[in-house]
């Protein structure tokens, strides 16, 4: 936990999601990794994604699995109500939030950031190079020599 004597003691701390939005500008130094890779790269980062391969993506849950973008901006005004009132944030702040920091497509300014990121990991972690040979069915080609 985040208050606990330990997290205390420590001289930095990770707070995303819900968190990282409740403790905003609560502190001295604070450093917003999105937007600190968006300036080192000129892309956004991926913080998340679900990838099926295209073979498995087929019929009714396949159609679902392709709207769902569509069906989450339909309810992102209830959502912002329901967070605002459950992290006691203002609506406007949760709004703010799902609909300009989240994406949920992948477009290519979002892959171009995905490549770099697995990219420069594969070079400092060697195990990431096992799943990097699934991503070309992505279309996205990673410059690493495997």
Not at 7 to 23: E, N, P, T
Request: charged share 20%; glycine share 8%.
């Amino acid at each position: 936990p985040v208050e606990s004597p330990e997290a205390k003691a420590c001289d930095a701390q990770l707070a995303i999601g819900d968190l990282g939005l409740q403790r905003a500008g609560r502190f001295a130094h604070q450093l917003d990794l999105g937007a600190a890779w968006m300036e080192w790269t000129g892309s956004p980062f991926v913080y998340a994604v679900w990838l099926v391969r295209q073979e498995s993506v087929l019929g009714a849950i396949g159609k679902y699995l392709m709207d769902a973008p569509k069906r989450v901006h339909k309810t992102i005004p209830q959502l912002a109500v329901e967070a605002s009132e459950e992290l006691g944030l203002t609506n406007d702040l949760c709004v703010g939030y799902l609909t300009d920091s989240l994406q949920f497509t992948l477009d290519g300014e979002a892959l171009i950031g995905l490549q770099r990121f697995l990219t420069l990991a594969a070079a400092e972690h060697h195990r990431l190079r096992e799943i990097v040979p699934d991503l070309p069915a992505l279309g996205v080609e990673i410059p690493v020599t495997i």
